[in-house]
């Protein structure tokens, strides 16, 4: 069974920066792209970066381009993002998956999760 856990989330002034990790076990972690979303309240969950699954492209959606940074330690089993330059409007929950396509624009899960998704960071930035 695949579990995520995702971490680093906290509150931030704006022009802050945080630094989001998620642990991944029980999958072949290297083999994947993966991907970080998030979720505001009242809204759909999004996609906003992902990697492919030996770190040579990553893709951003253009909200964050040019302030979030998306990594991976595959011998971890780890990924990462550096958020930079915070604004109010990334106040959501964050999440991590493994991806069925890595593209521009499109973030799909994978279906090893069967729908499933972690608990989630919590990332608050104010004004």
């Known amino acids: 069974q695949v579990q995520v856990v995702e971490s680093g989330g906290g509150s931030v002034q704006a022009g802050g920066s945080l630094n989001l990790a998620c642990r991944v076990s029980?999958?072949?972690?290297?083999?994947?792209?993966m991907g970080w979303f998030r979720q505001a309240p009242g809204k759909e969950r999004e996609g906003i970066s992902c990697i492919f699954s030996d770190g040579t492209t990553t893709y951003y959606t253009d909200s964050v381009k040019g302030r979030f940074t998306i990594s991976r330690d595959n011998a971890a089993d780890t990924l990462y993002l550096q958020m930079t330059s915070l604004k109010p409007e990334d106040t959501a929950m964050y999440y991590c998956s493994a991806l069925a396509l890595c593209a521009d624009n499109r973030y799909d899960p994978s279906p090893v999760h069967r729908g499933n998704w972690g608990q989630g960071t919590q990332v608050t930035v104010s004004s």
């Open positions: 029980g999958l072949g972690f290297g083999y994947y792209a």
